[in-house]
DNA sequence: CTATGTCCCTGGACCACAAGAGTTG
DNA sequence: GCCAACTCTTGTGGTCCAGGGACAT
């Protein structure tokens, strides 16, 4: 089941939409996050292709197979198994995307698209082939859109290089554009820099309450991680497993020195830091001058960054605010629908509990109980789910 | 404006035990 | 390497309760 779409049912899931927490047949992508301009800055990446439950990171060209880095971990090294020999596999870092790419577009995006065994479904491939990039307002091309933002592709190094065993070797994807954060070990490359170049994104700050809204309580709070995500799909993710923080250094950026004053403030309430389901973030300004995204301790490991759903892809790709227009940053119509469906996300999301296992649950569900606790079979119970009645 | 009391909401703990995961031979 | 047997760990839901925020006095 969990190889399926968790739209249609029908088609093998392809791509994971981390907003959406769902995997996704490439159909059906298309078709969500079409619907509006809010759900086509979801940044999505390929679904792992070993668990089919989280967004994969890196695509093992050896076994042609894109994995998340929990099965990386296990496959590639560092596994309690004491497998050494998938460690030497070359593996290719699978870049993140927004936007309504055509099936060119993956191809550009992910070298090895067509290797995809679902993406070859000639199925798929024709929702996929028939798309025209005209269908998202605004795209010309999707090198223009790349570029302009409304596409999007993102890729994360530093966690390769938290994650990266031994004598494994990565290559880098034919990328269109990097951004994100870097870790310290990648300063030295200015090529990244290059990449890097975040003075396309308006990051002033002029506009933030605009922008920001109701994700701000009247303290300037942050309401949550929600917040920003649903109405940015922006993710964030702390630090590498080394305990170092992902930061933007002011010097990259040239831009972001608007946001600082944004984050520290705002973003310094504790709705940040109480999350259950996702790690400790937090920001703080730093002495350097640079934002820095800070929480994961140096005992977290892969798994903490698939379990906590943040991104293990630091910053991901899509610039955290989208840039704003001049003239109209963010039209009214557009962010009343993005803090009604941060409203909506939030409301379904406090209540709703992702069930791991169906049978446990469906156990749980017939248990006799004690004042909610659980009693041995044959004991005197207050409460059958079976009948809802109580026994005394 | 501050201190105190009350109400309400949130989140964690608790329970038994089958299923899953891991280990051993 | 494979399999069976065994041990250990995990997850499940309803209820209770402590803690904290909001509000009134």
Redesign the pocket.
């Known amino acids: 089941m969990g190889f399926m779409c968790d739209f249609c049912a029908e088609q093998r899931s392809v791509v994971y939409c981390r907003s959406d927490a769902a995997s996704l047949c490439l159909s059906c992508d298309r078709n969500v996050h079409s619907a509006n301009a809010l759900s086509r800055r979801h940044s999505r990446t390929l679904v792992c292709e070993r668990c089919n439950s989280q967004p994969a990171f890196v695509r093992c060209i050896e076994e042609k197979i894109s994995l998340c880095p929990n099965c990386d971990w296990k496959g590639h090294g560092g596994s309690?198994s004491g497998s050494t020999s998938g460690s030497t596999h070359k593996r290719q870092a699978v870049n993140c995307y927004s936007g309504c790419p055509s099936a060119a577009e993956l191809q550009t995006i992910w070298s090895f698209f067509l290797e995809i065994p679902s993406a070859g479904d000639p199925a798929q491939e024709v929702v996929m082939g028939s798309m025209s990039i005209n269908e998202c307002p605004g795209d010309d091309n999707h090198k223009e859109r790349i570029r302009d933002g409304s596409l999007i592709v993102s890729n994360d190094i530093k966690l390769h290089s938290a994650h990266e065993p031994a004598g494994s070797t990565y290559v880098p994807s034919p990328m269109v554009s990097f951004s994100g954060a870097k870790g310290p070990t990648l300063c030295e490359d200015d090529s990244f820099y290059e990449s890097f170049n975040m003075d396309e994104v308006d990051l002033s700050i002029e506009n933030y309450n605009e922008i920001f809204g109701d994700a701000f309580d009247s303290s300037g709070k942050l309401f949550g991680n929600d917040g920003i995500d649903d109405i940015f799909g922006m993710e964030i993710s702390g630090a590498d497993s080394n305990g170092q923080d992902a930061h933007v250094t002011e010097g990259s950026t040239g831009c972001a020195k608007g946001v600082q004053p944004a984050c520290s403030t705002a973003a310094s309430g504790d709705s940040m830091m109480?999350c259950?389901t996702e790690p400790t973030v937090c920001f703080a300004r730093q002495a350097h001058s640079s934002l820095s995204f800070s929480g994961l301790t140096g005992e977290s490991n892969a798994g903490d960054y698939q379990d906590c759903g943040a991104s293990s892809l630091l910053l991901m790709g899509e610039p955290p605010w989208y840039p704003p227009c001049p003239d109209s940053s963010l039209p009214s119509s557009s962010r009343s629908s993005a803090v009604m469906r941060y409203k909506e996300k939030k409301k379904t999301r406090?209540f709703e509990?992702?069930?791991?296992?169906a049978?446990?649950?469906a156990?749980?569900?017939v248990?006799k109980?004690v004042?909610?606790?659980?009693?041995?079979?044959?004991?005197a119970y207050d409460?059958d789910?079976l009948t809802h009645t109580r026994s005394c």
Do not use: L
Request: overall charge positive; cysteine-free; glycine content about 8%.
């Open positions: 309690s109480s259950k406090k509990k992702k069930v791991r296992y049978s446990r649950k156990r749980a569900d248990r109980r004042k909610g606790r659980f009693v041995k079979a044959g004991d409460y789910p």
